[in-house]
């Protein structure tokens, strides 16, 4: 990933929504520019998803229907729980 796409997903990362904020824009600071491609384009999809549906994903009220989309999502709150010494 070219340094203009990181910053473009970075800034995609930013949702305006202080819960989603504090996941994915230190998620995408600290782990993508470590992540294989495809886990990088898993990135940037969920980023396209509406932020209702982030936060009940997120939370584990309901779950995507896209097997890439679920992946990305317990990669993300594996990280988080990892980061904060939370098993």
């Given at each position: 990933m070219n340094d203009l796409d990181y910053r473009k997903l970075l800034?995609?990362?930013?949702?305006?929504?202080?819960?989603?904020?504090?996941?994915?824009?230190?998620y995408c600071e600290e782990v993508i520019p470590g992540l294989s491609t495809d886990s990088q384009d898993s990135f940037a999809r969920l980023l396209q998803e509406e932020d209702a549906d982030l936060l009940n994903w997120f939370s584990l009220?309901?779950?995507?229907?896209?097997?890439?989309l679920k992946s990305a999502?317990?990669?993300?709150?594996?990280?988080k729980r990892n980061s904060q010494g939370i098993n």
């Open positions: 800034w995609r990362a930013r949702r305006g929504m202080w819960e989603l904020d504090q996941l994915l824009v230190p009220e309901s779950s995507p229907e896209d097997n890439e999502i317990l990669a993300i709150l594996s990280w």
